[in-house]
T-cell receptor
Framework: QKEVEQNSGPLSVPEGAIASLNCTYS??????FFWYRQYSGKSPELIMF????GDKEDGRFTAQLNKASQYVSLLIRDSQPSDSATYLC??????????FGTGTRLKVLA | DAGITQSPRHKVTETGTPVTLRCHQT?????MYWYRQDPGHGLRLIHY???????DKGEVSDGYSVSRSKTEDFLLTLESATSSQTSVYFC???????????FGQGTRLTVV
């Protein structure tokens, strides 16, 4: 059974700080990795994806991938209260299939 | 926003009855997915489609069937609803099936 694991949180950070969200996966053959944000009562929305080892930056968001250690991270710089949400990690688990973690709830304290 | 609509948005049904949820897209995306989301379990894939009449099972497909007779519509049927199928159901679409997906608004289904 392929698995994607995330700490459920909540992860609380003060406004302006860096929030670090982590995700580990079991399938060493996974090639593509995604971060979705889900506000309470809403649907998930894609915020980042990464395919290669290393860092990928998009505005205040940085995705980090380490395939050897089988983890992917999402850093949110200058965290804002509007970033308070659940962040879901998704990893490809086969052709056209993606496995989601249970999500980490982030709370940014004003 | 991606053109994806789920219907109904809310439904209460009785145990043992069949239920069909509809996902309609206007993006002409090839790939469509049905997920359920439950506390402590996150999003779990029920079924997906990689083209008209082409579908495959996900990780929690027991008790569910799907059909896709047109590019724009993907139907999820609970053949005989059970209380364990009370959940929020999300449809998602993807242009190239690479994990970059757009989600519908969700359907909250309660089986009593």
């Amino acid at each position: 059974q392929k698995e994607v694991e995330q700490n459920s949180g909540p992860l609380s950070v003060p406004e302006g700080a860096i929030a670090s969200l982590n995700c580990t996966y079991s399938d060493r053959g996974s090639q593509s990795f995604f971060w979705y944000r889900q506000y309470s009562g809403k649907s998930p929305e894609l915020i980042m994806f990464i395919y290669s080892n290393g860092d990928k930056e998009d505005g205040r968001f940085t995705a980090q991938l380490n395939k050897a250690s089988q983890y992917v991270s999402l850093l949110i710089r200058d965290s804002q209260p509007s970033d308070s949400a659940t962040y879901l990690c998704a990893v490809n688990g086969g052709t056209y299939k993606y496995i989601f973690g249970t999500g980490t709830r982030l709370k940014v304290l004003a | 926003d991606a053109g994806i609509t789920q219907s109904p948005r809310h439904k209460v049904t009785e145990t043992g009855t069949p239920v069909t949820l509809r996902c309609h897209q206007t993006e002409n995306h090839r790939y469509m997915y049905w997920y359920r989301q439950d506390p402590g379990h996150g999003l779990r894939l029920i079924h997906y489609s990689y083209g008209v009449k082409d579908t495959d099972k996900g990780e929690v497909s027991d008790g569910y069937s799907v059909s896709r007779s047109k590019t724009e519509d993907f139907l999820l049927t609970l053949e005989s609803a059970t209380s364990s199928q009370t959940s929020v159901y999300f449809c998602a679409i993807s242009e190239i099936g690479n994990g970059e997906a757009f989600f519908g608004q969700g359907t909250r289904l309660t089986v009593v």
